[in-house]
């Protein structure tokens, strides 16, 4: 006779012991050299009240991801799982979660999320996506982070022109796409054309009367002076963390006085998960703003660079070469 008892308390034991991947760094350094793909035993247990299980799927990679495993973040300063974002289906939920059930999809920030196994996190620190794909729902970071750009600042009427450095990154492709959906003219100059001074003034002739409101700069240096002089009354630049090594040895942004006396300009700061910990309905917001832009097939959640977890040392190098939006499936 079969013994129920027994191959379910086998199955319990499997569940219990299973090993899963983990991408995860004991000391900081070069991603090469000090991330390991390894194996880890997960316990599985029922999420606690206001908690979801779920089972991490895919995760962008963000530089702030690789600053984490250098010692470079402001966001983690300790080693261990890396992986600040991720998106996944839901094994099990708590008590007390609202609107997340078992299968959905959701987005979630924190630490440690490059990892196949079950993850239990606070429903705080997710956002029901079940709309998305999870490969999808990964790109959020990067969507989210343009919308706010060109939304959180300045109010911009279609027709406006909006320049940009770092056009071919993640970010600033996705910001020529949401500027696009806005009726914005999104310019992407080279450093080499934001040197010439007749640009901006010329660009401005030729696409808008209303000036240059806003300048995103992902860069620090010599263009960031060339975008704040271009920029209109009560124009703003807004600097966001990008492909620096150390924001701490990055060149600093100077403002000319007579562009701040007489013109009002200002200068700005967006980091995505410093927006996460202080304006969380705001990412919300952003959020459904960006899902529904997908839905309506004005913008694109999709990258051509999808790495399987094995290659995450590929991926890594193609975000620090080329700020490219990158996936990793878990």
């Not at 440690?112 to 993850?119: H, N």
């Not at 998960?273 to 459904?288: K, N, V, Y």
């Amino acid at each position: 006779s079969i013994d129920m008892k027994s191959i379910i308390a086998a199955r319990s034991t499997i569940l219990r012991n299973k090993r899963f991947g983990t991408l995860a760094f004991d000391s900081f350094g070069a991603p090469s050299e000090v991330l390991k793909l390894g194996n880890s035993t997960v316990q599985v247990t029922q999420p606690p009240p206001g908690s979801i299980s779920l089972s991490i799927k895919a995760s962008q990679v963000l530089s702030e991801d690789i600053k984490s495993i250098k010692g470079l973040s402001y966001q983690v300063g300790s080693t261990g799982i890396a992986g600040l974002s991720a998106s996944g289906v839901i094994t099990a939920v708590g008590d007390n979660v609202g609107d997340f059930n078992v299968n959905d999809t959701v987005f979630v920030t924190g630490s440690g999320l490059w990892t196949d196994q079950t993850v239990t996190i606070s429903k705080s620190a997710a956002v029901n996506v079940k709309k998305l794909s999870c490969e999808e729902a990964a790109l959020l970071p990067t969507a989210t982070t343009a919308w706010a750009l060109l939304n959180n600042f300045v109010k911009l009427d279609a027709g406006d022109i909006v320049i940009q450095t770092n056009g071919t990154s993640a970010v600033g492709l996705a910001v020529s796409e949401i500027g696009a959906s806005m009726g914005l003219k999104v310019l992407s100059p080279t450093d080499a054309e934001l040197k010439d001074a007749k640009y901006i003034p010329k660009v401005l002739g030729e696409h808008s009367s209303q000036g240059l409101k806003l300048a995103l700069s992902s860069q620090s240096g010599p263009s960031d002076l060339s975008l704040i002089r271009g920029l209109a009354t009560n124009g703003v630049l807004v600097a966001y963390s990008g492909p620096q090594e150390s924001l701490e040895n990055a060149t600093g942004i100077y403002v000319p006085v007579a562009c701040a006396i007489f013109r009002n300009v200002s200068v700005m700061g967006f980091d995505f998960f410093s927006w996460r910990d202080q304006d969380p309905t705001g990412l919300t917001t952003a959020i459904q703003a960006v899902i529904q832009l997908a839905e309506a097939g004005k913008i694109r959640l999709k990258t051509p660079k999808v790495f399987a977890q094995g290659d995450y040392l590929k991926a890594l190098a193609e975000v620090e070469a080329t700020g490219a939006g990158v996936v990793i499936k878990m």
